[in-house]
T-cell receptor
Framework: AQSVTQLGSHVSVSEGALVLLRCNYSSSVPPYLFWYVQYPNQGLQLLLKYTSAATLVKGINGFEAEFKKSETSFHLTKPSAHMSDAAEYFC???????????FGGGTRLMVKP | KAGVTQTPRYLIKTRGQQVTLSCSPI?????VSWYQQTPGQGLQFLFEYFSETQRNKGNFPGRFSGRQFSNSRSEMNVSTLELGDSALYLC????????????FGQGTRLTVV
C-alpha cells in the first residue's frame, strides 16, 4: 500500500521568504501525486498534480513541486510567502488503480509579517 | 459550474443514533469518494464509488456504509454513532474512473455528544 510522509507538522516562515514543504512517498512510484491546501473550515483545494508528464510541476498561487524518483520526494515550494498562504497543506498519492488517495499527515504553514 | 456540494454543513448527534450525509458531485463526474478527517488520524479514505459501484473501501467498521445513485449523487451512513466518529467528512468527485484530479466539497462537520 502507498504511504506518504510529510516532514514537519508545523512550518513557520516570514513574509517574502521561501516556502519549502516536504513530502516523501513510499518506494513504489505512484501513478499520481498531489498537493492540496486547506483553509480553516473548508474542504481541500488542489494546488498541483504530477501525472508523469513533467518532473517539475507548476500550480496555482505561485506554488510548484518537483518529482524526484531517486529521492522518492515531491516537495512543494514557493519563492516568496504571502500572508494569505497561511493554511494546512497536504501531500497525497493515488493507489495503483487510481481510484483512491492516501494523504500525508499535513503541514500547517504559518507566515509571520 | 457548481462545485461539489455537501449537506448538511454541520450536524450534532447523540451516541447511538445514526446519520446520513449527502454529496452532490460536479455535473458529469461519475466517481465519488469519501474521507474522514480528524485531528488524531488525519485524512482517511472511507470508500469510493464509480457508476453506482463501490470499488474500494477503507479500513472502517461496518457501521460506515455508502451508496451512489444513478445521477452520481452519493450518501454515506453511519449507524450506532460513537464519540470517536466526530470528524469532518469530506466528499470528492472525479470525472473519470481514475482520480487524476479530485475536487472536494466543503465537508460536513459531525459532532457526536
Amino acid at each position: 500500500a502507498q504511504s506518504v510522509t510529510q516532514l514537519g507538522s508545523h512550518v513557520s516562515v516570514s513574509e517574502g521568504a521561501l516556502v519549502l514543504l516536504r513530502c516523501n512517498y513510499s518506494s513504489s512510484v505512484p501513478p499520481y501525486l498531489f498537493w492540496y491546501v486547506q483553509y480553516p473550515n473548508q474542504g481541500l483545494q488542489l494546488l498541483l498534480k504530477y501525472t508523469s508528464a513533467a518532473t517539475l510541476v507548476k500550480g496555482i498561487n505561485g506554488f510548484e513541486a518537483e518529482f524526484k524518483k531517486s529521492e522518492t520526494s515531491f516537495h512543494l515550494t514557493k519563492p516568496s510567502a504571502h500572508m494569505s498562504d497561511a493554511a494546512e497543506y497536504f501531500c497525497a498519492v493515488s493507489d495503483n488503480a487510481g481510484n483512491m488517495l492516501t494523504f500525508g499527515g499535513g503541514t500547517r504553514l504559518m507566515v509571520k509579517p | 459550474k457548481a462545485g461539489v456540494t455537501q449537506t448538511p454543513r454541520y450536524l450534532i448527534k447523540t451516541r447511538g443514533q445514526q446519520v446520513t450525509l449527502s454529496c452532490s458531485p460536479i455535473s458529469g463526474h461519475r466517481s465519488v469518494s469519501w474521507y474522514q478527517q480528524t485531528p488524531g488520524q488525519g485524512l482517511q479514505f472511507l470508500f469510493e464509488y464509480f457508476s453506482e459501484t463501490q470499488r474500494n473501501k477503507g479500513n472502517f467498521p461496518g457501521r460506515f456504509s455508502g451508496r451512489q445513485f444513478s445521477n452520481s449523487r452519493s450518501e454515506m451512513n453511519v449507524s450506532t454513532l460513537e464519540l470517536g466518529d466526530s470528524a469532518l467528512y469530506l466528499c470528492a468527485s472525479s470525472l473519470g474512473s481514475r482520480v487524476t484530479e479530485a475536487f472536494f466539497g466543503q465537508g460536513t462537520r459531525l459532532t457526536v455528544v
